[in-house]
C-alpha cells in the first residue's frame, strides 16, 4: 500500500523513538525522507533527546530549520516548541532561551488570531521548566489579546495557563491580569478553580 504524504510522515516520525543514532547526522539522514516541515522538526527534536550533549545541539539546529520550510506561519512557530523543550533538557538553557525568544517574536505575525493563541499555547506547554518570565509573558500576551480579539482558543490557553501559574503560587501577577481583564467566563472559570482549591483544603 502507497502511503500519502502525510501518513508517511507521521509513520516515519513516530519510528524515530525506535530507533538509536550515534550522531545528529544519522538521525537528520534518517528523518529526511520527511516531506513536511511541522514532522521532520518534531522527529528530529524528539530523536535529539538520546544524543550527547553537542550532537543534541547540532540536530536541534536542524530541526528548528526544518521548521522554517513550512509556508505556513502557525506552523513555522508553534513546532519550535519541540526543539526548543529538548534543548532546555539537555541543559543547552542558553540555545532555547534564544530558539524561545525568536518564536515569541515571530508569533507576532501569526494569524488568525486563535490560531497564534495555540502557537503561545503549545510554547508555554513545552517551555514550562524554563524561566519563570517566559510564562509570565505568554500568558500577559494572551490577556491583551482577550478583551480586544474574537477567539475561542484565547480564552482557553489563558484559562489552563491561569490556573496553573495561580496553583503555582503565582498569586499576585495572577491578579494583576485578572483585574483589568473583562472576560466574564475567564473570570468566573479562575473563581470556581480557587473557591474549589479552597473547599478541598477545608476537608
Known amino acids: 500500500m502507497c ?9 516515519r516520525r513516530n519510528s524515530v523513538s ?23 522538526c518534531q522527529a528530529i527534536a524528539g530523536g535529539a533527546e538520546k544524543l550527547k550533549r553537542d550532537q543534541c545541539r ?11 520550510t513550512e509556508k505556513d506561519q502557525y506552523r513555522r512557530v508553534a513546532v519550535l516548541a519541540w526543539p526548543i523543550q529538548t534543548m532546555f533538557n539537555a541543559r543547552l538553557v542558553r540555545e ?12 507576532k505575525t501569526v494569524v488568525p488570531s486563535n490560531s497564534r493563541a495555540y502557537a503561545l499555547g503549545l510554547l ?9 518570565s517566559y510564562r509570565r509573558d505568554i500568558l500577559t500576551r494572551l490577556y491583551e489579546m482577550i478583551d480586544s480579539v474574537p477567539g475561542w482558543r484565547i480564552a482557553r490557553e489563558c484559562d489552563w495557563i491561569t490556573k ?29 478553580d480557587r473557591a474549589m482549591r479552597q473547599a478541598s483544603k477545608g476537608n
Open 3 to 11: 502511503l500519502s504524504s502525510g501518513m508517511f510522515d507521521t509513520t
Open 58 to 68: 547540532k540536530a536541534c539546529i536542524a530541526a528548528a530549520a526544518a521548521a522554517k
Open 124 to 132: 508555554c506547554q513545552h517551555a514550562w521548566d524554563m524561566n519563570e
Open 164 to 192: 496553573k501559574l495561580d496553583r503555582a503560587g503565582d498569586t499576585e501577577f495572577v491578579d494583576g491580569l485578572l483585574k483589568d481583564c473583562k472576560n466574564e467566563w475567564l473570570i468566573g472559570r479562575i473563581e470556581r
Open 96 to 107: 532555547a532561551n534564544t530558539l524561545l525568544e525568536y518564536a515569541l517574536e515571530e508569533s
Open 18 to 40: 525506535g530507533c538509536t543514532f550515534s550522531t545528529s547526522k544519522e538521525l537528520i539522514d534518517y528523518c529526511k525522507p520527511i516531506r513536511q516541515g511541522w514532522y521532520r
